[in-house]
């Protein structure tokens, strides 16, 4: 109780300054529960949730570079800054170096600048920034919250070192865990073998670019016990360890308590390893690389649903076991299908080849066969009849290149792919490929280990374009504006997020094994996205 | 960076009536009158070569954007995505009022919003987004490969390098005409309606 008891009152000095500005400032909504108006001339009215501040100034308040229009940080320390004529040109807007062209605002200037759209110098904000029609208590309000906006640095942000945790469930496959471990491991030695040296930052011959130089420190995370009792564990986590956010990871059957717990505590959980994420583009805090088995729902669903070529399927067959995430892609694919014939066979613990073969007792050449199976159940089709329908089969689940599907099935199999193609991503794959070799890391799981070497490569990147303003939000708003630019992509043909977008890669192939052994695969498709 | 398909042939340049553009697409003008230093918008005239790509309008339908610009109505084209939450919905907002200003015009003008995020903007989500700018039947939103949004931006010299370094553009042009008002910068629904107003009188 008494770790819950701080922690919260951790997290309410920290986050919720002012409840009733914060409400105005992200959602647009007044203490009366009415939203917030504003316009622009010359008559163009928003209300609400388009109006909400945080929609340009962003949630940690530090602003954005939109096209040529720079959207100025609202924080405390931006705004009520002194003029500073001397200071460092590239220093980040919150930090104490930050240059300031203008006078502080006075809360009256601010007010004005917020309902009149005139800065403190006298001159037009951009047309951009909307008048707003604020009574003077919310205007109050709204100026105290942005007085204590991004104030602080983030936790786990202290004396050199940036603190970083990963999370493993009890769930996670063992290979995939150490696969993940193993990369992280090196990948913070050699971060830190560079912060030793003074940064690669600190090498501009002009100093301007001089990077404050932090080692990383990794806490693993180790959950135990049933899913319900994560959360707590979560908490004492945090309390104990305090980190600016959560890297990578690798998860089993579920990843919602975690999911859960990140965005309550606002800790930016950044591209775990994990094949059924939770799909909430409205929260913040959770990225993805991909929706994993939910995206190779949608990508079958459209197969089955938009290929002409296909036979008018009398049936669509889905087997998966139940203690498995097979299940909920199932659901997703029954919800994209709507009108057409779908029964569920889910498999119980015990003997597989004998539910497998009931399973597919009855498939005739106009069914569809679904198959959410991991590479110990695919193996036992070599031992049953071959089907003679068309079959699809979760890359993810099964294995990727390495499925075990038999020769029998290849000419029917069709994998879903949510991935670039092997022969597409040679020059990506490369990379990372011998990256691993020179540091003598096995490659045990090549997917799960490139996953992981890309978080870190994406956090790395972003934190070098923060300076020193390690923000928890602020990293997270700093990570959908990169992602673009990334020439790194790994496993994926390209990332991108925005706001409200939390999954970096949105489609896939189908594919076929080209021969009757080996992990060959040829596209079945081109790019799809769902 | 601009593709090499669409070439520059300026032959006005009115900013706003004033001094000249030392680029076509800079937006970083003096002012007309005392908004503009917060609202700088650069007015030129453009040839563009539209490129032969299918699109998916948010109808869903696989479209020709060659053939969608060629009905017999002006094209009034601009630039979004869905996810964006700063300028995207104020241009949105912008033709929407105009949309309704055109009042009996409108059936002469189709209204084109391209998304440069076109693998997030299924036609399911521009068909909210449409629905939320409430988009009168002349104005229809348009995803596709990223291939071909990449070309309609490159035809136009709205490629920016990211979806984030976008800027505000509206592109218009009489029905059938070579040539096309570009407008750089954010243009108020009125400003919009006297541009197409002078594009349909010559139609």
Redesign the interface.
Known sequence: MLLVALFAAQASAQEVADPVGEAIYRRGILPSGQPITAK?????Q?SGG?AACS??HRRSGLG?L????R?PPVTGAALFRPRVHDGNVGAPPNSDAAYSRRDAYSKEALARAIRE?VAVDG???????PHYSLADADMASLIGYLKGLTRFKSPGVNAGVLHLATIVTPDADPVKRRAMLDVLDHYFADTNAAALAGGLHSRSPQGAMSMPNYRWQLHIWELTGPASAWDQQLRTHLEHEPVLAVISGVGGKTWAPIHRFCEQAGLPCLFPNVDLPVVAEHDFYSLYFSRGVLLEADLIAHAITGDKRLPAAHRVVQIYRRDDIGQQAANALRGGVAGVDLVDRPLRTGNGKQQLAAALRDIGSRDVVVLWLRPQDLALLAALPSVHSRVFISGLMGGLDQSPVPAASRGVAVMVYAFDLPDHRVIQTDYPLGWFRINHIPVIDQRVQTDTWLACVLLSETLSHMSDSFVRDYLVERL??ML??QMLTGYYP?L?L????RFAS??GYLVKFAEPSGSRLVAESE?I?? | MFAKNWFYSITLISIMGLAPASRAGD??QKPRS??A???PVVTTTVGYSVPDVQLVRDDGKQVSLPAEMNDGRAVVLNFI?T?????C??SS??FR?FQQELGPDRERVHLMSISI????D?PARLRDYAHKFAAGPGWQHYTG??AASLAAQRAFGAY?????????LTLMRAAGAKTWRRIDG?A???ELLSECRQLLAVQ
């Open positions: 622009r001339e010359p008559d163009l928003i388009d929609n340009c954005e939109e096209g040529h229009i959207i759209g001159s037009q904000l951009n047309y951009l920034m959908e504006g673009d630019h390209r991108s925005a706001p409200n977008q949105k489609g790019w996205v769902p | 937006a970083g005392d908004d230093a917060s609202r995505f996810t964006c939450s700063s300028f919905p104020l907002q912008t009022e995020d076109p693998e997030q299924t490969t990223l920016r390098g990211d979806k984030m370094s976008h800027t505000p954010f108020t629904p009125s």
